[in-house]
């Protein structure tokens, strides 16, 4: 079992920054590709970003391109997500996921999932 702990959430003034971070147990975080989800009040949980398990081949919402990174560092066991330009439209709590096998958007293919964290941007 693959357990994900994100951190990083909170407060932000629309037009900041901020770094989500995602830490992975175990040994096997390198197999696995690593994605972003985020779901806001009433809303489906959508897609964000992902990233494969070498780090060489990412996907983004088109809502987000051009503002976030998803990056890894497999020596550290953790993914994150640089989040940059911020809009209120952004605001939501965000999930960190991982699959053994796939890079892509849809949350029903991914097994492991963090608790979550959340992000709040004022405008």
């Known amino acids: 079992q693959v357990q994900l702990v994100e951190s990083g959430g909170g407060l932000v003034q629309a037009g900041g920054s901020l770094r989500l971070s995602c830490a992975v147990s175990?040994?096997?975080?390198?197999?696995?590709?690593m994605a972003w989800f985020r779901q806001a009040p009433g809303k489906e949980r959508e897609f964000v970003a992902a990233i494969s398990a070498s780090g060489g081949s990412t996907n983004y919402a088109d809502s987000v391109k051009g503002r976030f990174t998803i990056s890894r560092d497999n020596a550290k066991n953790t993914a994150y997500l640089q989040m940059n330009s911020l809009k209120s439209e952004d605001t939501a709590v965000y999930y960190c996921?991982?699959?053994?096998?796939?890079?892509?958007?849809?949350?029903?293919?991914?097994?492991?999932w963090g608790q979550g964290t959340q992000v709040t941007v004022s405008s």
């Open positions: 996921a991982a699959n053994r096998f796939f890079l892509r958007p849809q949350a029903d293919l991914y097994d492991y």
């Open positions: 175990g040994r096997t975080f390198s197999t696995y590709t």
